[in-house]
Nanobody, 129 residues
Framework: DVQLVESGGGSVQAGGSLRLSCVAS??????????MGWFRQSPGKPREGVAL??????YYADSLEGRFTISQDNAKNTVYLHMNRLKPEDTAMYYC???????????????????????WGQGTQVTVS
């Protein structure tokens, strides 16, 4: 089975940067993975999509204003989320998600719906003050 393990969260001052990592095991490789991405959830709010990547094509939530970048390292089976110019409202638990191997990212209308992702990590906390 596929397992996703996040790391890289922490506390940072507003305006700072962090890089989150998601190591995927169980896919034959990241290039053999399905669509993968990052979601986040703040207390009292629903989980929201942040960014997706599939075979080099990326998708972002409109609200990010270009501050975040998703990338992948095929050799390390890892997907990254580079977060810049962080704001207090970026404080959340960040989750890595993935679809079945070979499944591309969904259409824009549903691409950030939780139910279309099959695998989830345990999350890594990001706190911006």
């Amino acid at each position: 089975d596929v397992q996703l393990v996040e790391s890289g969260g922490g506390s940072v001052q507003a305006g700072g940067s962090l890089r989150l990592s998601c190591v995927a095991s169980g896919y034959t490789s990241v290039t053999g993975s399905g669509c993968m991405g990052w979601f986040r959830q703040s207390p009292g709010k629903p989980r929201e999509g942040v960014a997706l990547i599939y075979r080099g094509t990326t998708y972002y939530a409109d609200s990010l204003e270009g501050r975040f970048t998703i990338s992948q390292d095929n050799a390390k089976n890892t997907v990254y989320l580079h977060m810049n110019r962080l704001k207090p409202e970026d404080t959340a638990m960040y989750y890595c998600a993935g679809r079945y191997a070979g499944w591309s990212c969904p259409s824009p209308a549903v691409q950030f719906l939780e139910r279309v992702y099959h695998y989830w990590g345990q999350g890594t906390q990001v706190t911006v003050s």
